[in-house]
């Protein structure tokens, strides 16, 4: 299970926020292209970028950053989330070196977006599914549907995904542990992989998290808590890489 670490971007900085809300921020660096460096010093094999301006402005925002950390680790995969509302800023991600593109909102609003970007981007397309009470959340967290998250997983499943990264919105960035059940549950229900997000605190959460990989669980984004020290990164991959084995 790849522990994978999350450079959240704002206005070009590297920020955390708290369940989403944009304005209930942390900034960690004034340099995104710094943080990647350290987590990728520290072991990461994956990063997690997310451009939070594209996220709300439905277009990318944070996009020459996100171009210049690809730039800078060309053989480093990285998987970038935002503000990929067609296939245009989809494929222009992945000509600068980015090798995952997130569809999250115009996923639920559109699948068939999601169901021709896989066919036009084959093993290149993830899609995000975030949620409150296990209920789909789009624009940016700012919309709660009345959809649950296994009914879009499945038919993107059957789309074509390379993964799904399931995000309980209620846990993001507040250091209370990740939904560890709820994450299990959509896993064993797909054949899709799935990873984790929102909530991871500490290393008793890679572990419970490692407990559950079997299920179909590869891999654990972090942020607030390798950001803030209640998690140190190259002990949680190595805890990982144990109990898991490297994915």
Not at 35 to 50: C, E, I, N, P, Y
Not at 118 to 137: E, K, T
Not at 160 to 166: C, K
Request: charged fraction near 20%.
């Amino acid at each position: 299970m790849l522990l994978i670490p999350a450079i959240d971007l704002k206005n070009g900085r590297c920020v955390r926020l708290r369940q989403g809300r944009m304005d209930d921020e942390t900034i960690f660096s004034d340099d995104p292209i710094e943080v990647a460096g350290r987590w990728v010093a520290a072991g990461a094999r994956r990063l997690h970028l997310v451009d939070l301006n594209g996220a709300f402005a439905g277009k990318p925002i944070n996009g020459d950053v996100i171009s210049q950390i690809a730039a800078a680790y060309p053989e480093l995969p990285i998987q970038v989330g935002g503000g990929i509302r067609d296939e245009d800023t989809l494929a222009a991600y992945l000509a600068v070196g980015v090798k995952f593109a997130i569809i999250g909102t115009q996923a639920v609003k559109e699948p068939e977006f999601v169901r021709q970007a896989c066919r036009n981007f084959p093993g290149q397309v993830i899609v995000g599914l975030d949620a409150v009470d296990g209920m789909v959340a789009i624009d940016g967290w700012a919309t709660v549907t009345e959809h649950p998250v296994s009914e879009f997983a499945k038919q993107f499943e059957q789309h074509g995904v390379s993964a799904i990264i399931y995000t309980d919105i209620g846990r993001d960035g507040m250091l209370t542990g990740p939904n560890v059940a709820a994450t299990a549950a959509l896993a064993t229900s797909l054949s899709v992989p799935v990873i984790a997000s929102g909530g991871i605190t500490d290393i008793e959460d890679i572990s419970a998290l490692c407990e559950v990989a079997k299920c179909g669980i590869v891999g654990a984004i972090t942020g607030r808590a390798i950001y803030e020290g209640t998690l140190d990164f190259a002990q949680g991959q190595a805890l990982a890489d144990r109990l898991c084995g490297v994915s």
